[in-house]
C-alpha cells in the first residue's frame, strides 16, 4: 500500500504548476456559471470552473480556507439541490473535518492535491461516519464495519467525504421498467440540464458533479454506469481497468465487472482522484498487480499533447446529421486540428452485442456476492435482512417504495449464487472482449479507440478494460454529450493524456445552470 506523503504547501503548489497540459491550439477557456447563479463563487473562484490546483492555490495564499470551501458547497447543495435530489445524505462531521486539515495546512503541512478537497460518493461505496444503503429501504441506516478501501483512500489523501449521493437502486439492478436514478429509499434524480433522465446508476454523482456540489465524485460501473451519467451530465468519467480501484466495502452487483472511478469537471481532476484511490488491497483479488501499474497520473499529464497519437473510429458509430452530427464533425475536426491521426475501424463494432452476454451473468453474480456483503460487511441493518431473499420479502411489504417491481432482484434469487460459476463466465468474457479490443488497437497501431459518447461502455466493461470520457458540447439547447477514448488494460494514463489534449484545445462543457436557469431562481 502507498502511503500519501506530507508535503509543504509551496511544493504542492509547484508540483501541480507544472503539470498543465498544452494543447496543439489556444482555447477560449471553460464555460463559467452564470451571473445569476449567486452561489457559484467563494474567494473570487467559480466553483464551476476551479480545478483542484485553483483550490489548493487560494487555500495556500490564505485567501480560502477548507471550511470556507466546504461551507460553500453545502450552501449550494441546500440552494439547488431540492429539483436534482442528487444528495442522499451529508456527512455532519464535514466542517470539523475541514477545520481539522485547515490547521493542518497552518502547521505547514499539506497532504497533496486533494488536501481539504470535499468530494461526495455514490451511496454503494461504504462510510463508516454515514449510511452505505446502495438506495434500498431494506438497507436504511445500514453502517459498515470499516470504510471502503477506496474511502480510506481519499480520507488519508486529505479528502473531505462531504456526503453520499443518490443512485439507481442496487446499481440499477431491480427491475427493467425502473427508471434511471430512482431508488426506493432516495427517490427520483434528475438531470439538471433538462430535469430529465439523468442516466444510471452513477446518477447523483453525475449530477452532483454537473451541479459542482462538491469539488469531485465518485461513482461504480458494471457496464456503463460511470460514463453514461458523465455523458450526459456534462463530466469527465473514469472507468477504470478492473483491478486498478479496489471494490472492498463497496456493495457489488458483478464482481467479474464491478469497479469505482471519478467523475469530475476537468481531466486533472480526475486524474488527482485516481492517483489517490488506485493500487493494490488484500481485500480484492483482483487488485493483486494494480500497484505494478498505478502511478501518479496527475504528474502524467505534463505536456499532454495529440501529435503523433492515432485514434481509430468507426464512422458508422458516429452520427453525421442532426444535431448530434454537428457535434460530433467538431469533436473529430478537433482532434485533427490537435494533432491526432484518425483511423477508420470498425473491429469493436462486431463485438458490440458482448454487453448482453454481460448481462447474463450478473443475475449468478449478484447474489453470490451480495449475500457475502450483507453477512461480512455491516452488521444486521434496521430492516434485518441478511440475504438477497430477504430483502426481496422486505420490499414486498412496501410496494409503496418498490413501485416498479423488483424482477431483477427476484431473478438474481433464482440463480444458485454460486461464486466460482460465476467467476468462470466473467473471466471467459472478460478474455474474449480483450481479444477483441486488443486486436483493433494492434491491427492499426492505434493509441485509443473513439466511441460517441458512452457507445462502446458495453465493450469496455465486458473486457475490464478502461475508457475516459470528455464533455464534447450540447447537442441541442439543454443536452450534454461526450466522446469516449478505449483502451487496452491498465493504459489509463495514456488514455488520460490524450483527454487532457483534446480537454485543453477544445473546453467544449457548459455548466447545467447556464442553459437551465430555474435551478438558480431566488438568488
Known amino acids: 500500500?502507498?502511503?500519501?506523503?506530507?508535503?509543504?504547501?509551496?511544493?504542492?503548489?509547484?508540483?501541480?504548476?507544472?503539470?498543465?497540459?498544452?494543447?496543439?491550439?489556444?482555447?477560449s477557456g471553460p464555460a463559467g456559471s452564470p451571473p445569476g447563479d449567486c452561489r457559484a463563487r467563494v474567494a473570487g473562484l467559480d466553483?464551476?470552473?476551479?480545478?483542484?490546483?485553483?483550490?489548493?492555490?487560494?487555500?495556500?495564499?490564505?485567501?480560502l480556507t477548507s471550511r470556507q470551501l466546504t461551507t460553500a458547497y453545502l450552501n449550494r447543495i441546500k440552494a439547488y439541490d431540492g429539483p436534482t435530489n442528487s444528495i442522499r445524505?451529508?456527512?455532519?462531521?464535514?466542517?470539523?473535518?475541514?477545520?481539522?486539515?485547515?490547521a493542518e495546512r497552518r502547521a505547514g503541512h499539506v497532504r497533496g492535491p486533494l488536501h481539504g478537497v470535499p468530494v461526495v460518493l455514490k451511496d454503494n461505496i461504504g462510510t463508516t461516519d454515514l449510511p452505505t444503503t446502495a438506495g434500498?429501504?431494506?438497507?436504511?441506516?445500514?453502517?459498515?464495519?470499516?470504510?471502503?478501501?477506496?474511502?480510506?483512500?481519499?480520507?488519508?489523501?486529505?479528502?473531505?467525504?462531504?456526503?453520499?449521493?443518490?443512485?439507481?437502486?442496487?446499481?440499477?439492478?431491480?427491475?427493467?421498467?425502473?427508471?434511471n436514478g430512482y431508488s426506493s429509499l432516495g427517490g427520483?434524480?434528475?438531470?439538471?440540464?433538462?430535469?430529465?433522465?439523468?442516466?444510471?446508476?452513477?446518477?447523483?454523482?453525475?449530477?452532483?458533479?454537473?451541479?459542482?456540489?462538491?469539488?469531485?465524485?465518485?461513482?461504480s460501473e458494471t457496464s456503463g454506469s460511470i460514463l453514461s451519467p458523465s455523458d450526459v451530465n456534462g463530466?469527465?468519467?473514469?472507468?477504470p481497468t478492473r483491478g486498478l480501484v479496489s471494490r472492498a466495502g463497496i456493495i457489488p452487483l458483478a464482481e467479474g465487472f464491478d469497479t469505482a472511478g471519478p467523475m469530475t469537471r476537468t481531466v486533472a481532476d480526475a486524474a488527482a482522484l485516481l492517483t489517490a484511490v488506485s493500487g493494490t488491497d488484500a481485500r480484492d483479488a483482483a487488485t493483486a498487480a494494480a500497484s505494478e501499474h498505478a502511478t501518479d497520473y496527475l504528474k502524467g499529464l505534463r505536456g499532454a499533447s495529440l501529435k503523433g497519437v492515432r485514434l481509430g473510429y468507426s464512422p458508422d458509430s458516429f452520427p453525421t446529421t442532426g444535431a448530434r452530427g454537428k457535434v460530433f464533425t467538431q469533436v473529430l475536426t478537433d482532434l485533427k486540428r490537435l494533432g491526432a491521426t484518425l483511423v477508420e475501424t470498425d473491429v469493436v463494432d462486431y463485438g458490440g452485442n458482448?454487453?448482453?452476454?454481460?448481462?447474463?451473468?450478473?443475475?449468478?453474480?449478484?447474489?453470490?456476492?451480495?449475500?457475502?456483503?450483507?453477512?461480512?460487511?455491516?452488521?444486521?441493518?434496521?430492516s434485518g435482512v441478511k440475504s438477497l431473499s430477504a430483502i426481496i420479502a422486505f420490499n414486498d411489504k412496501h410496494p409503496d417504495k418498490v413501485k416498479y417491481g423488483q424482477s431483477l432482484l427476484q431473478a438474481s434469487d433464482a440463480m444458485p449464487g454460486e461464486a466460482n460459476t460465476a467467476s468462470a463466465g466473467s473471466l471467459a468474457l472478460r478474455t474474449a472482449m480483450g481479444a477483441v479490443i486488443d486486436g483493433a488497437l494492434a491491427k492499426d497501431s492505434l493509441d485509443a479507440i473513439l466511441a460517441p459518447g458512452a457507445s462502446y461502455a458495453n465493450a469496455g466493461a465486458s473486457a475490464g478494460y478502461p475508457t475516459v470520457i470528455v464533455p464534447a458540447g450540447l447537442v441541442s439547447e439543454q443536452t450534454a454529450t461526450g466522446i469516449s477514448f478505449m483502451g487496452t488494460a491498465?493504459?489509463?494514463?495514456?488514455?488520460?493524456?490524450?483527454?487532457?489534449?483534446?480537454?485543453?484545445?477544445?473546453?467544449?462543457?457548459?455548466?447545467?445552470?447556464?442553459?437551465?436557469?430555474?435551478?438558480?431562481?431566488?438568488?
Open 235 to 239: 463530466l469527465v468519467g473514469v472507468k
Open 136 to 179: 434500498s429501504i431494506a438497507l436504511e441506516g445500514s453502517i459498515p464495519k470499516t470504510d471502503a478501501f477506496l474511502t480510506a483512500r481519499l480520507r488519508k489523501a486529505g479528502a473531505i467525504i462531504l456526503g453520499k449521493t443518490n443512485l439507481s437502486e442496487f446499481a440499477n439492478w431491480v427491475d427493467l421498467s425502473m427508471p
Open 354 to 382: 458482448a454487453g448482453l452476454t454481460e448481462l447474463a451473468l450478473i443475475p449468478n453474480d449478484f447474489k453470490a456476492n451480495l449475500n457475502h456483503y450483507l453477512t461480512t460487511e455491516i452488521p444486521t441493518p434496521r
Open 89 to 102: 445524505a451529508l456527512n455532519p462531521r464535514a466542517l470539523r473535518d475541514a477545520a481539522r486539515l485547515d
Open 490 to 523: 491498465w493504459s489509463e494514463a495514456k488514455l488520460l493524456r490524450i483527454a487532457a489534449a483534446y480537454e485543453a484545445g477544445s473546453h467544449r462543457r457548459v455548466p447545467p445552470t447556464v442553459v437551465n436557469d430555474d435551478l438558480v431562481t431566488g438568488c
Open 1 to 27: 500500500m502507498r502511503l500519501v506523503p506530507l508535503l509543504t504547501a509551496s511544493a504542492v503548489l509547484a508540483a501541480m504548476a507544472a503539470l498543465a497540459p498544452t494543447a496543439g491550439a489556444a482555447s
Open 47 to 63: 466553483l464551476q470552473t476551479a480545478s483542484f490546483a485553483d483550490l489548493q492555490q487560494a487555500m495556500a495564499g490564505g485567501r
Open 188 to 219: 427520483q434524480v434528475k438531470n439538471a440540464y433538462t430535469m430529465g433522465d439523468p442516466s444510471g446508476s452513477s446518477s447523483g454523482s453525475g449530477v452532483a458533479g454537473s451541479m459542482a456540489f462538491a469539488a469531485g465524485a465518485f461513482g
